[in-house]
């Protein structure tokens, strides 16, 4: 399974809280470009993946490797600046800015001190910014403080920063979560579209969401990996099913 | 920024609409109280208006409105709520006082006399070594910004680094207010311990007692307010100010878009020491004292109030708040000093619980209301 | 029913004990009078043995006598003594020796008074009876008092007396400083012998008050070997001091640390619950040592006969009272404050600076609690360190808290409530669980506990009513080494900082010591951030 061209490479991972594995994956990777699906019941270890290759937690042993790069001991910003993206479980975006400056500020622009105080993004940055305001229905929005949106709203805009970002690993936890049908249609075209030029990794409970985005699935449970493969073939998997059925409530 | 249209002052007066007219103030209320604090004080001194006692006040409460200034952009602003400002702000002021000490009466071998005061030995006493380099008007100057922007920098790094935030931050600076505070009062210390340092008679060859230094002092501290405001707000209108704002709001979020939240935080908490040291600075001369007494912990919890009060969040919310409660401060206390401090506390405890945007807020609203109903 | 009627022998035996113990001294009378009339005798031998048997009898009544006695104040009154009190203007009372009474119902005149005959002999007898006398104090207190007098005098006549003392006495430490007083005494003797084994004796004795009569031994005495002994028992009693300083100030550690846990104990409650400090915390403390106070003042004013009581009654006051106003600060203003841990921090300021402002102007400045009889003192284990009974009493209260609080919040069913909202308030509320009276009720818990802790800290301390703010801060920095809402790191952070400040007290200034272990902690949260026992998984770094 081991496959030395995937840009996401989790090998040998296991994370301990309290003495209570929260994972153990002896390896999970993700191809250059591929968009995968993590599925799994509730505290399978899904965020915590995600927690791990960005970096908010550290593995009690294994190693990641990310674009041929071990960011195994990497802060969390340094990741990010290699190009890690990442949408939360709850939609956080800045409440305080405008929607445009939340946008500004997930530009790749300079991140450090210095470019900090420098003037407004350039006028391509802008149309850029503006364009993608557009295809996520925010474009009108763009002066309205973050904190006034709809939790839709938020999550795309969430979305949109990251792909305004520049980062070409996405990490989208749970992007769904509480959109109305259309708005779940358009997400999950948002999604396909990125795939390919960036390569992303979506955490997703809901199964319909799940079928749209037409992609390779990954089951955790209790920690493990369970299957991996297409949707259909994954739900046709006995363990799977137990996993599910067994507790009785996802599906 | 384009200025709208109907804010030219000739405009108002020709539309003779209130909710003009209040736009207009609101608009301009700013600078109408830069003008009024620079020249307009001096100008009422002149008239006989205002004595030198009301002068010499009003220059240190402009002072502290800088102190407030300063924690209004790491409190406000980047969201950190620090409780040492005042140490830094005695900090400056110590620079500051060593520097006039040194220019004051000397006694014995060139010692300052505030130094003889607290010296269990008084004969055969040695100026210390570090004071030595004070008597420089250039050091004294330096050290005013170097020492709090350092101690800022230093202890600010490790604090955010290593995540403290939020309660954990405000507490240890408490923390280090009182440590810092304990020691000043030490007399082994030699910094004169719980007497401060006093005795001052001249500033850069200026007679502290003359009337014209008085007056030059006061147009320096309210020009410094002045320009400590603007420069802060310009520096909240660029990226670095929206990057503070999004600290305050989510710091994880940034943090997994690229950005260092500890070098923005630390600059910020940096930027604010350095202003509360030379408000200190310039404070010193004018009150002709400066002790321990400066930076005790309620001190800086102090500015916290006049933030609150005044409007968190805005620079102008930060100066009215400050000159509006000392001033309310030293009404009350010559009317009826026994009250104070319940005021102080309730007042406190009010604007916490029902009005969050201070005063500022407050009158944002009216506005906002009188334009409706215009 | 035999419970009855060994109750009955019991009250018997004991009041025919009393009746002996009354008709002894009326049989003894006969022959101290007798006694006493010998001191008229003109034979300076005859009145002096006299002086010797009164000493003999131990009869306390005697020392006033003596005390007169010596200086010049007793009469000839009826071929007796009597002792003479000045009654005004010239005239005098005659008093009984023994019984103290008036013996003449009117003052007569000074004026042809017979003085006792009085030489130096029986002046130097008398001093002599008038410390026998004192070492017989049947009040072991008064005794112990007069057996250290008399070491520290060493006179040699007192030796037989304190000797008899070190065999027989029941209490030890009595017997101990009668040793110790024996030693003195043969410090000085004219035997080298002697004076070395004393040397040894005050050694093994750990007699701290004699190290500098040992450090002149050591260099003027004439003989070689007492010098070298006088130097070998200092050395020794010295290793012992530094020995018992260093347990008294790990105990003095512990006891600091106590009431700083306590205090902890109730910040790391509220504050693992709902993410806020209260910074009114430390005037809970205050309250809770002014709720004390009162209750004294309530006992002195309504029951006086149950006065040794009031200080257990004033831990539960003080819990009570601090409990109340937490519940009330609560109620009042944290509950509107919810998700703004700021905001909350600086309102509970104002509470905190109104609270210090009402008690000053209700009490003043400057207040004490005289603590119970039953607190003062302390326990000596060994000789020479004394671990007073306040310090232990707040040790205990702490355990007994600790425990309480343990128990509260793993065994019963409000405990498990106050854990299912501390970890997922919304998860609990959706359970059915009513999180605001949770709230009320952990606010209250914790307050209360600061309460405790300030009538613990009358028993070592004045009362000032700004003195909860120096405790907020450092229960802030136990909270934080700690970790929030485990008590284990709270009493291992209490503990640890208590004694670093203890510890570096005697080595650097204590405000040094306070610099050096903020610094510590600073330092120490940049090894570990969450504190020493982080909380994990979903709840970390939410």
Not at chain 2, 27 to 39: K, N, S
Not at chain 2, 63 to 88: E, K, R
Not at chain 2, 304 to 320: D, L, M, S
């Amino acid at each position: 399974m081991s496959d030395r061209s995937d840009i996401v490479q989790v090998t040998d991972v296991v994370v301990e809280f309290d003495g209570f594995r929260a994972l153990d994956v002896p390896y999970f990777g993700i191809d250059r470009g591929e968009l995968r699906v993590l599925i799994g019941p509730n505290g399978a270890g899904k965020t915590t993946l995600c927690d791990v290759i960005s970096g908010k937690t550290r593995p009690k042993s294994g190693r990641i490797v990310i674009d041929d790069r071990e960011v195994t001991d990497w802060p969390e910003t340094a990741i990010a600046r290699l190009g890690v993206g990442r949408k939360f479980q709850t939609p956080s975006v800045f409440d305080g800015l405008s929607v445009y400056e939340n946008m500004e500020l997930a530009l790749p622009a300079q991140r450090g001190l210095r470019g900090a105080l420098a003037g407004r993004a350039s006028w391509r940055d802008e149309r850029r910014i503006l364009a993608l305001l557009e295809r996520v229905h925010l474009r009108a929005l763009a002066r309205t403080p973050a904190r006034m949106l709809s939790h839709g709203q938020r999550q795309w805009l969430e979305i949109a920063m990251l792909m305004v970002s520049g980062a070409r690993i996405l990490l989208v936890d749970e992007p769904a979560a509480g959109l109305t049908d259309d708005e779940t249609r358009l997400t999950a075209e948002l999604l396909r579209d990125l795939a390919g030029a960036h390569t992303v990794l979506v955490i997703e409970h809901d199964m319909e969401f799940v079928r749209r985005l037409q992609s390779r699935v990954t089951v955790l449970n209790a920690g493990k990996i369970l299957a991996e493969g297409s949707l259909e073939a994954v739900q046709a998997d006995p363990r799977v099913r137990e996993a599910y059925l067994g507790r009785g409530k996802h599906g | 920024m384009p200025r709208p249209r109907d804010l030219v002052l000739a405009e108002v007066l020709r539309q003779r609409s209130w909710a003009a007219g209040l736009r207009w103030f609101d608009y301009h209320a700013p600078a109408l109280g830069a003008l009024l604090l620079v020249f307009g004080v001096p100008g009422l001194f002149a008239l006989g208006l205002l004595d030198q006692s009301d002068l010499a006040r009003l220059g240190r409460y402009c002072c502290l409105a800088m102190v407030a200034i300063g924690l209004d952009l790491v409190w406000g602003y980047a969201g950190v709520l620090s409780l040492c400002q005042m140490m830094f702000f005695t900090l400056g002021g110590y620079a500051c006082g060593m520097y006039l000490a040194m220019h004051g009466p000397l006694d014995g071998d060139g010692i300052p006399r505030a130094l003889f005061v607290v010296s269990s030995d008084p004969e055969g006493m040695q100026l210390p070594w570090f004071w030595k380099p004070f008597a420089d008007p250039w050091f004294a100057a330096a050290a005013v910004v170097l020492i709090p922007g350092l101690l800022a920098l230093v202890f600010g790094w490790l604090a955010f680094r290593s995540r403290i935030r939020g309660v954990y931050f405000a507490i240890i600076t408490q923390a280090a207010t009182v440590a810092l505070w304990l020691l000043f009062c030490r007399n082994d210390l030699q910094l004169c311990g719980t007497n401060g340092l006093t005795n001052f008679t001249r500033l850069l060859g200026f007679d502290l007692t003359a009337t014209a230094t008085k007056v030059g002092l006061y147009i320096v501290s309210a020009a410094t307010l002045v320009l400590t405001a603007w420069a802060v707000l310009r520096l909240t209108a660029t990226r670095f100010g929206r990057l503070l704002l999004a600290v305050r709001d989510n710091e994880a979020r940034l943090r997994f878009l690229g950005y260092d939240p500890v070098a923005y935080k630390t600059a910020a908490f940096v930027i604010a020491a350095v202003i509360a040291g030379i408000a200190g600075a310039l404070y010193t001369p004018q009150t002709g004292i400066i002790t321990p007494a400066n930076m005790t912990a309620i001190e800086s919890i102090l500015v916290v109030v006049w933030v609150a009060v005044g409007g968190r969040g805005t620079v102008t919310g930060a100066v009215v708040g400050a000159l509006a409660i000392n001033l309310l401060y030293a009404w009350l206390t010559t009317e009826v000093p026994r009250l104070w401090p319940f005021i102080l506390g309730a007042l406190f405890i009010l604007v916490v619980l029902f009005a969050p945007g201070g005063l500022v807020g407050a009158w944002r609203a009216f506005v906002r209301r009188g334009e409706r109903t215009a | 029913m035999p419970r009855t009627m060994w109750r009955c022998v019991l009250v018997l035996g004991w009041l025919a004990a009393c009746a002996a113990a009354r008709a002894l001294p009326a049989a003894e009378g006969g022959e101290l009078a007798a006694q006493l009339v010998r001191l008229l005798s003109e034979d300076s031998g005859e009145r002096v043995a006299a002086i010797e048997r009164l000493a003999a009898s131990g009869e306390q009544r005697l020392i006033a006598f003596f005390e007169a006695y010596r200086q010049g104040a007793v009469a000839v009154h009826e071929d007796r003594p009597a002792l003479v009190r000045e009654a005004g203007s010239g005239r005098v009372q005659l008093l009984d020796p023994l019984s103290g009474q008036p013996l003449l119902a009117e003052p007569i005149a000074s004026e042809g008074l017979r003085e006792l005959p009085i030489g130096r002999r029986e002046r130097l007898a008398a001093n002599h009876a008038l410390v026998r006398l004192r070492l017989a104090d049947p009040d072991p207190k008064a005794r112990l008092n007069a057996v250290s007098r008399a070491a520290e005098q060493a006179e040699p006549a007192a030796r037989s007396a304190l000797e008899a003392l070190a065999q027989r006495d029941p209490e030890p430490r009595i017997r101990r400083m009668a040793a110790i007083g024996v030693a003195a005494i043969d410090l000085r003797d004219a035997e080298a012998a002697v004076r070395k084994a004393a040397c040894q004796r005050l050694a093994e004795l750990r007699a701290v008050g004699w190290r500098s009569a040992l450090l002149e031994l050591g260099q003027q005495d004439p003989d070689g070997a007492v010098r070298e002994a006088a130097r070998r028992a200092r050395a020794e009693i010295e290793a012992w001091m530094q020995w018992t300083g260093i347990v008294q100030t790990l105990f003095s550690g512990l006891s600091a640390g106590s009431i700083l846990i306590v205090m902890a104990l109730g910040l790391s409650i509220t504050f693992g619950l709902m993410g806020v400090i209260n910074m009114a915390h430390g005037e809970m403390l205050m309250i809770g040592a002014y709720a004390t106070l009162l209750t004294q003042w309530l006992f002195a004013a309504v029951f006086p006969a149950a006065m040794p009581w009031y200080f257990p009654c004033g831990i539960v006051a003080a819990f009570l009272s601090a409990a109340l106003l937490g519940w009330l600060i609560e109620l009042t203003l944290v509950r509107h404050l919810y998700g703004r841990p700021l905001e909350t921090l600086l309102a509970t300021w104002g509470v905190s600076y109104l609270l210090i402002q009402t008690i000053r102007v209700i009490f003043g400045d400057n207040q004490a609690v005289t603590a119970p009889d039953w607190l003062v003192g302390g326990w000596e284990p060994v000789p020479e360190l004394v671990l007073p009974w306040n310090r232990l009493f707040i040790i205990g209260l702490t355990v007994a808290a600790v425990i309480a609080v343990w128990w509260l919040l793993a065994r019963t069913r409000l405990g498990l409530l106050v854990r299912a909202t501390t970890q997922s308030r919304r998860t609990a509320a959706a359970l059915g669980v009513d999180t605001r009276r949770i709230d009320g009720a952990t606010f209250a818990l914790g307050s209360g506990l600061a309460g405790a802790a300030g009538a613990a800290l009358t028993l070592i301390g004045g009362l000032k009513p700004d003195m909860g703010q120096e405790f907020i801060i450092d229960s802030f920095l136990v909270v934080a080494a700690g970790g929030v809402g485990n008590l284990a790191g709270v009493v291992l952070a209490g503990l640890g900082l208590g004694m670093a400040n203890k510890l570096l007290e005697p080595l650097v200034h204590a405000v040094w010591a306070k610099v050096l272990v903020l610094a510590a902690i600073i330092l120490f949260l940049q090894w570990r951030p969450s504190g020493l026992f982080p909380p994990r998984g979903r709840l970390a770094d939410a």
